[in-house]
């Protein structure tokens, strides 16, 4: 019969090697980190769109006149890179006429602040030719430039200069409108009454009294 002193070790031997075995199967079997209870920060990978990036889009795209990277008349900047974008997209005289349909038709889809580039370029282009109407608009330009007409406001005044100016033009700029204005009030009235159908109206009229179709920009 063994000794009590040497059973007693040896169970103490058993004991400690079940206890480190334990250990190792519990290590082994532990859930992974992303497993836990614990709330924990999710990955950009898999957090939710962020809902407020169109908004932020949209700001950018309706203030771009009044950010320090528009640079407007630079050879450089979002100004320049955007204008070559605009002048690709209309480069010959069947664009630029389905274009302006489709600017002024209230499911046309164009946006405004294309639309002001469209202007803008135009104006820019037609700056030597030394016409009441071009020394007119380039007031106006000077206003855009200087982002004047920025906002809701400022884009009423916007459309408001431009009608002024349409005077210079002749007659030719009263048959402009009404005819815009007839495409559009056959496609939608409610449209043509309305405050971005009336400045379509008027961006139109504007661009071919500088012989926007068959000029270009």
């Known amino acids: 019969k063994p000794p009590i002193?040497?059973?007693?070790?040896?169970?103490?031997?058993?004991?400690?090697?079940?206890?480190?075995?334990?250990?190792?199967?519990?290590?082994?079997?532990?859930p992974p980190s992303h497993f836990s209870f614990v709330a924990s920060r999710p990955s950009s990978s898999c957090r939710a769109p962020n809902l407020r990036a169109g908004a932020a889009s949209r700001l950018s795209m309706s203030s771009r006149w009044a950010n320090p990277n528009w640079r407007w008349g630079?050879?450089?900047?979002?100004?320049?890179?955007?204008?070559?974008?605009?002048?690709?997209?209309?480069?010959?005289?069947?664009?630029r006429s389905l274009w302006l349909d489709e600017m002024v038709s209230p499911s046309g889809g164009v946006d405004w602040e294309e639309v002001k580039l469209a202007l803008a370029l135009k104006w820019q282009r037609d700056r030597e030719r030394g016409d009441d109407a071009i020394a007119a608009y380039n007031q106006v330009m000077e206003q855009l430039r200087l982002a004047k007409y920025e906002g809701e406001e400022g884009d009423q005044?916007?459309?408001?200069?431009?009608?002024?100016?349409?005077?210079?033009?002749?007659?030719y700029s009263q048959g402009l409108v009404l005819d815009f204005r007839g495409k559009q009030a056959a496609e939608s009235p409610e449209a043509?009454?309305?405050?971005?159908?009336?400045?379509?109206?008027?961006?139109?009229?504007?661009?071919?009294?500088?012989?926007f179709v068959d000029l270009g920009l």
């Open 5 to 30: 002193r040497t059973t007693t070790m040896r169970w103490l031997l058993v004991l400690a090697l079940v206890a480190a075995h334990a250990v190792t199967l519990g290590s082994a079997f532990s």
């Open 157 to 171: 005044l916007f459309v408001k200069d431009m009608e002024a100016r349409l005077r210079f033009f002749g007659e």
């Open 74 to 95: 630079y050879g450089i900047g979002l100004a320049h890179d955007e204008a070559a974008k605009l002048r690709a997209k209309l480069r010959s005289s069947e664009q």
């Open 192 to 211: 043509a009454d309305s405050k971005d159908g009336r400045r379509r109206v008027i961006a139109a009229a504007v661009l071919e009294g500088f012989d």
